[in-house]
């Protein structure tokens, strides 16, 4: 398994400019979600799925537009890039959320998409 | 709103010492306390997932423990190694909006000298 897998890697911008970044998971994960990263700071959650066909905003969504057509995929789109969106995006995902421990699991991150918006 | 705070920022210790690092939680409520190593320009690995129910949990040399009534987490590294080198991250997961969420805290880069 390649397990989460981000692309690119990194990209450059212009304010203005719009990008899709993707994400695939090859787990049959029903959980995938989108964080960014600031310098020293912890990660903040942008948008979340539980499954083919369903999202939900996290904590920072505004900017930003997410679909998940399939199990394993899941791009974020950015339409209007703007300098605060500099950042380091991670994707992640676990296989089931479940409240119960027996069936708790920690997320599995890809490496990381690194933005810069000028 | 769950908070997440990490103290101390920042440790630099000497190969062989043990360190403990600590990370706060406001909202008790929480499904499991995670922590994760993140390199630098890497991505997150899972270290220790302690469910709520739980007082700690071991692998290897690392021990991290969970004391809900205080909200207080810690990260205990025996013997450390410069391979340690890294930042360390600690996440509540918490019902939010009905779903499944994990909220960070900003992390502690350690440093361990050879």
């Known amino acids: 398994n390649a397990g989460v897998t981000q692309t690119p890697k990194f990209r450059i911008l212009k304010i203005g400019q719009s990008m899709t970044l993707q994400c695939t998971q090859d787990?049959?994960?029903?959980?995938m979600y989108w964080y960014r990263q600031d310098p020293g700071m912890g990660l903040k959650l942008i948008y979340y799925?539980?499954?083919?066909?369903?999202?939900d905003k996290g904590e920072v969504p505004n900017g930003y537009n997410v679909s998940r057509s399939t199990t394993e995929d899941f791009p974020l789109r950015l339409e209007l890039a703007a300098p605060s969106q500099t950042s380091v995006y991670f994707c992640?995902?676990?296989?089931?959320?479940?409240?119960?421990?027996?069936?708790?699991?920690?997320?599995?991150f890809g490496p990381g998409t690194r933005l810069l918006v000028l | 709103k769950q908070e997440v705070t990490q103290i101390p920022a920042a440790l630099s210790v000497p190969e062989g010492e043990n360190l403990v690092l600590n990370c706060s939680f406001t909202?008790?409520?929480?499904?499991?306390l995670q922590w994760f190593r993140q390199d630098p320009g890497k991505g997150l690995t899972s270290l220790l997932l302690?469910?709520?129910?739980?007082r700690e949990q071991t692998s290897g040399r690392l021990n991290a423990s969970l004391d809900k009534s205080s909200g207080r987490s810690t990260l205990y590294i025996a013997a450390s190694q410069p391979g340690d080198s890294a930042t360390y991250l600690c996440?509540?997961?918490?019902?939010?909006?009905?779903?499944?969420?994990?909220?960070f805290g900003k992390g502690t880069k350690l440093s361990v000298i050879p």
């Open positions: 992640a995902s676990t296989p089931e959320a479940s409240r119960t421990p027996q069936f708790q699991e920690t997320q599995y």
């Open positions: 787990m049959n994960h029903n959980y």
């Open positions: 799925s539980v499954g083919a066909g369903i999202t």
């Open positions: 909202d008790s409520a929480i499904y499991n």
């Open positions: 302690i469910q709520s129910s739980q």
């Open positions: 996440a509540s997961a918490d019902s939010g909006a009905g779903s499944y969420q994990l909220t």
